[in-house]
C-alpha cells in the first residue's frame, strides 16, 4: 500500500468511528480533511481531522471577539486542530518531565542546533527533525486548484457574471487588481491564477475569507504554524505540509501545477520566488508540498462526497466537525454551526466563552498563556514578558519576537505578490 493509501486508509478510519453527530444528515455532503503526522520509523499518526464547507460573512467579524471561527472549510479547521495539537504536546512536556514527545523537541532537554539555548527570543519548541506533516482531503481545495472541476461541471461553460458593488469598477482579468469587494468565489471561472474568496451562494452576505488554495499556498511560504504557535514553535522544515492528497478522479494536475507551483507557462507562483529567494527571511523558505492522488484502485469509502452537478437534492451539510487526537490526552470532539460549538447561538453572550472552539482565537490564547507561564524565565524572559504585556489581538498577531517578524514579513511579502490578497479585518481589538 502506497503511503498516501495509507494516510487516507487512517483518516477515513478515524472518521468512521466518530459518533453520529459528527456526520452529515441523508441527503447532506461535506468534505473531509485530516492531518497525518509521520515519523522515522515510518509509523502515522492522525494529529487532526475536520469536517466543513461554511464561512462566516465579513459584517459578523467586529462581533465575533475571538470566540466566532471565520472559516470553518475542512482544510483551514484541521490545521487549527495541528496547532492545537503542537500546544498540547508542548504543555505536556512542561508539565510531565517524563514524558519524551516524538512529535516536538524542547530546548531544556535536547541538544538541537535547530534551537539555540542562549538566546532568550528564540522559540523554545521545534518540530521533531523525524516528523513529516502530510494532508488528506475528500476533495480538492477550493479556489484555483479546483477551478477545472467547476469548469467540467457546468453544462454551460459561459463564466457566471461576477456582481460588483460599483458599476464603474471593472471585473477582474490576469492584469487587473481585485479589491476584497469584488474577490469572485467561484465565479468568473474563465479567469485562472488569482486569489479568491471562499465560494458562496450568490445571495449569500459577502465573506473576504481567502480561499483554501490560497491560504495552502501561503502555507507554503508561511508553514503550518500560525501567529500564536509560531511564538513558541520554530518554523523548521518539519513545519511544512510534506504531501497534500485527494481521491484519484478530484485530482488535475494541470491545475494543481498551476495553483502550487512556479513551474512554467502557467505557474502563479512565478512571480513570488524571485523575491523570496532575494530577501534573508530569518527561519522561513518555499517549502513546497506535494499534490499527490491516491491509487486509482483505492475504494474512498466515504459516504459524504460532494454530489455530481445533477443531483439537485443534495446540499452542504451547515454542521463542521473539529478532532483533535493527542495520544497523551483523550480526544477532543466538537461539533460546530457558524463557527461556534452546537448548542450555541453564534451571537448570543449569555454563557460566555462556552460558545468557542478550543481553536478559537480567544481559547488558543488563552492556552499560550498556560504554557508561556510554564516557560522559565532564566531562558525564555523576552517570550514571556512580551506575551504576558499583550493587551489585545491585534498586538499579539504583530508581536515582536525574534523569528515571528520574519513569519510577518514572509507573509506580507507573499501576499503582496498574489494580486488581490485584501485583509479580512475587524475581530482583532479585543483582549483577555
Given at each position: 500500500m502506497t503511503l498516501e493509501?495509507?494516510?487516507a486508509t487512517l483518516a477515513l478510519t478515524a472518521f468512521s468511528s466518530l459518533p453520529t453527530k459528527c456526520k452529515p444528515r441523508p441527503q447532506e455532503w461535506i468534505p473531509m480533511t485530516a492531518i497525518i503526522l509521520q515519523t522515522s520509523d515510518e509509523t502515522l499518526h492522525l494529529a487532526s481531522l475536520a469536517t466543513g464547507s461554511k464561512c462566516i460573512p465579513s459584517t459578523t467579524l467586529p462581533k465575533a471577539t475571538g470566540l466566532i471561527l471565520h472559516d470553518c472549510h475542512s482544510e483551514i479547521l484541521a490545521l487549527r486542530g495541528l496547532n492545537h495539537?503542537?500546544?498540547?504536546?508542548?504543555?505536556?512536556i512542561l508539565t510531565n518531565h517524563d514524558y519524551q514527545s516524538p512529535y516536538l523537541i524542547y530546548n531544556n532537554n535536547h541538544n538541537n542546533n535547530n534551537v539555540n539555548n542562549n538566546d532568550p527570543a528564540t522559540?523554545?519548541?521545534?518540530?521533531?527533525p523525524s516528523i513529516s506533516i502530510h494532508l488528506f482531503s475528500t476533495e480538492p481545495p477550493c479556489g484555483d486548484a479546483s477551478m477545472e472541476f467547476i469548469i467540467s461541471a457546468q453544462e454551460d461553460p459561459t463564466p457566471w457574471s461576477l456582481p460588483t458593488t460599483n458599476e464603474n469598477t471593472p471585473l477582474p482579468n490576469n492584469n487587473t487588481s481585485i479589491t476584497n469587494t469584488l474577490l469572485p468565489g467561484r465565479s468568473?471561472?474563465?479567469?485562472?491564477?488569482?486569489v479568491r474568496r471562499k465560494p458562496s451562494r450568490p445571495d449569500a452576505p459577502p465573506t473576504f475569507s481567502k480561499s483554501c488554495t490560497d491560504k495552502l499556498t501561503l502555507k507554503q511560504f508561511t508553514s503550518t504554524l500560525s501567529s500564536i504557535s509560531s511564538i513558541i514553535i520554530l518554523p523548521t522544515k518539519q513545519a511544512y505540509i510534506k504531501t497534500l492528497t485527494v481521491p484519484f478522479d478530484k485530482f488535475n494536475q494541470e491545475g494543481y501545477t498551476r495553483a502550487f507551483t512556479s513551474t512554467p507557462p502557467n505557474g502563479r507562483l512565478s512571480n513570488i520566488l524571485p523575491?523570496?529567494?532575494?530577501?534573508?527571511?530569518?527561519?522561513y523558505s518555499y517549502t513546497?508540498?506535494?499534490?499527490?492522488?491516491?491509487s486509482q484502485s483505492f475504494t474512498l469509502k466515504y459516504p459524504y462526497s460532494k454530489p455530481p452537478p445533477q443531483d439537485t437534492t443534495t446540499k452542504a451539510s451547515n454542521i463542521a466537525t473539529l478532532y483533535i487526537n493527542h495520544p497523551e490526552t483523550s480526544p477532543i470532539t466538537e461539533v460546530l454551526i457558524s463557527?461556534?460549538?452546537?448548542?450555541n447561538a453564534q451571537l448570543s453572550t449569555a454563557r460566555g466563552d462556552k460558545k468557542g472552539s478550543v481553536?478559537?482565537?480567544k481559547r488558543m490564547w488563552l492556552f499560550l498563556r498556560q504554557i508561556v507561564d510554564l516557560l522559565a524565565p532564566s531562558q525564555h524572559l523576552d517570550i514571556k514578558t512580551k506575551v504576558e504585556n499583550i493587551k489585545t489581538y491585534l498586538e499579539l498577531k504583530d508581536i515582536d519576537i525574534n523569528n515571528t517578524r520574519g513569519r510577518i514579513q514572509m507573509k506580507h511579502l507573499v501576499t503582496g505578490v498574489l494580486n488581490g490578497w485584501g485583509k479580512n479585518i475587524g475581530d482583532d481589538d479585543w483582549g483577555l
Open positions: 493509501d495509507r494516510i495539537f503542537l500546544l498540547q504536546d508542548a504543555h505536556r522559540p523554545p519548541f521545534a518540530l521533531h468568473y471561472f474563465s479567469t485562472l491564477s488569482i523575491h523570496t529567494i532575494d530577501v534573508d527571511i530569518k527561519d513546497p508540498l506535494t499534490p499527490t492522488p491516491l463557527g461556534v460549538k452546537q448548542g481553536v478559537c482565537r
